[in-house]
């Protein structure tokens, strides 16, 4: 096998999050978004220190679990999904044997039948339309075609695929999408192009709260003139959009109704939703949803779980670990990278005092106001880097919740969280392989694994959720 040249072999397994491994020519390729099962041809693109890494050209054959009666009608063109056609048991197998390819030999180094501890993967409660959030984006499907309204196309920067029938997507959206496209089409509004940095359509993002049915739209543009012949104003145009969504029926079949419709502006290069100032066109800037018996106040830019079903399952899970775990009430619970406090305020019937720690100052200010309308008193939040904020917090607590982003814990601040020394603490990771990276840290401190679970937060996709109690007592 060359570098350069094109192959094809069958896929023996994949590892986490989309790492098909292939074998073709007696030799392992790492082709990506190759699934289990399926043949495929590949450009040999990489060889590094004797491995070799492949570029997918096309599936030329597909896995015997693959299935047309569960593949989208976008699949192998958008760039959403993954588990096309797979069926949801088999997807879950894949993902269950991922974790435990990646677990198994940190955690056997250092602890005996320590993967008896893992349960497997926790089944989202719902597998289609569960994302209560899609950041879409304006483009063509090819050069100097119609205008489209979708997700990139896989492998490509600049193609959009129009989804209308995205599986992934909460079915209220559907319409409102159908009706934005439609309408800025016939007025011909042009997109915001990449290359030249032109236009005005951006993006659409659109959240609603699962167990609230309330809706908001953010139509987010550039700051450019929208009418190329001048004879509609920018003020008109998103007059008239506002009034076409209002008469839209999106609760046609989900019981669901726009509270908000809002304009954002954001001129920056990137490709990337920001923003650089937003006008309410309708209603209010912010939406409710429910945990539990808790309520959450957010904002179009606000951190909240894209699966809320799955999220109450998550969280459930850390409760009954942690509840486990301490076997009764605490004094005091630090929570790490809280976001926008919602496991801090879970945690509060368990603890005297619970502390979260949040580097983004917007997701604290939230986390206080939600904290304040659930009437939660025991809670304090603290808008700093979790590695500076835990030089002055002094007081050692009784269990620590580690929830960090894709990168994991900073390992600077490794060595400061382990001096507390607490019996127990439990991490949540939403990139195990994070975790699985920093455990050996934890185990040279005398933690072991007491208890380990994958929740599927991100059905269709290679993302899963995981957590992992680690204790100094844990029962071997």
């Known amino acids: 096998m060359k570098k350069h040249e094109e192959a094809e072999g069958i896929v023996e397994r994949m590892d986490f999050p989309n790492k098909g491994i292939v074998k073709a020519e007696g030799e392992q390729v790492l082709v990506k978004n190759a699934l289990p099962g399926q043949k495929v041809r590949f450009f040999v693109s990489k060889k590094r220190h004797g491995k070799y890494e492949g570029r997918l050209i096309e599936v030329t054959e597909d896995s015997p679990l693959q299935n047309d009666s569960h593949r989208c009608s976008h699949d192998g063109v958008c760039g959403g ?32 039948n320590g993967m008896d501890k893992f349960r497997g993967v926790l089944p989202s409660p719902e597998q289609k339309g569960y994302r209560n959030k899609m950041e879409l984006s304006f483009g063509d499907a090819y050069k100097d075609g119609p205008l ?7 492998g490509s920067f600049y193609d959009i695929e129009t989804c209308p029938d995205c599986e992934l997507m909460y079915p209220g959206f559907r319409e409102i999408v159908k009706v934005t496209l439609s309408f800025f089409a016939e007025r011909k509004v042009d997109f915001y192009h990449k290359n030249t940095h032109e236009g005005y359509l951006r993006h659409l993002l659109l959240r609603v709260g699962r167990n609230t049915g309330e809706v908001l739209v953010d139509l987010v543009t550039s700051t450019q003139n929208p009418s190329k012949d001048g004879f509609l104003t920018e003020e008109e145009l998103l007059k008239e959009y506002t009034e076409e ?11 669901c109704e726009i509270v908000g419709i809002l304009h954002t502006r954001n001129d920056r290069v990137a490709d990337v939703v920001c923003d650089e100032g937003t006008d309410v066109l309708y209603g209010r800037n912010y939406f409710y949803d429910t945990l539990g018996t808790l309520s959450f106040r957010i904002s179009p830019f606000s951190f909240f ?24 009430d605490a004094k005091l619970i630090y929570d790490l990278y809280s ?36 009437k939660i008193e025991n809670c304090e939040f603290i808008a700093e880097d979790v590695l500076k904020a835990l030089d002055h917090m002094p007081e050692v607590p009784d269990f620590i919740v580690l929830d960090p982003p894709r990168d994991g814990v900073h390992p600077k601040a490794l060595p400061k969280i382990l001096s507390y020394n607490v019996p127990s603490l439990i991490y949540i990771s939403c990139k195990p392989s994070s975790l699985a990276r920093d455990l050996p840290v934890f185990y040279g401190a005398g933690y072991r694994v007491e208890d380990m679970v994958g929740v599927d937060m991100f059905p269709g996709t290679g993302n899963v959720e995981f957590l992992c109690l680690l204790s100094k007592n844990a029962r071997i």
């Open 305 to 328: 779980q894209t699966n809320t079903k799955g999220a109450e399952l998550l969280y459930a899970e850390a409760g009954r670990m942690i509840r486990s775990s301490l076997g009764g």
């Open 81 to 112: 999904c993954l588990y096309g056609g797979f069926g949801y048991e088999n997807e879950i197998k894949v993902k269950e044997g991922q974790l435990y390819r990646m677990f198994e030999p940190v955690i056997s180094a250092h602890q005996e």
């Open 245 to 255: 969504l209002l008469k839209t029926k999106i609760n046609k079949d989900t019981q």
């Open 339 to 374: 976001g926008t406090g919602t496991i801090t305020q879970m945690l509060s019937p368990v603890a005297k005092r619970v502390v979260g720690v949040e580097i983004v100052e917007e997701a604290v200010e939230k986390a206080k106001e939600n904290a304040g309308e659930n």
């Open 148 to 154: 489209a309204l979708g997700m990139h196309k896989r």
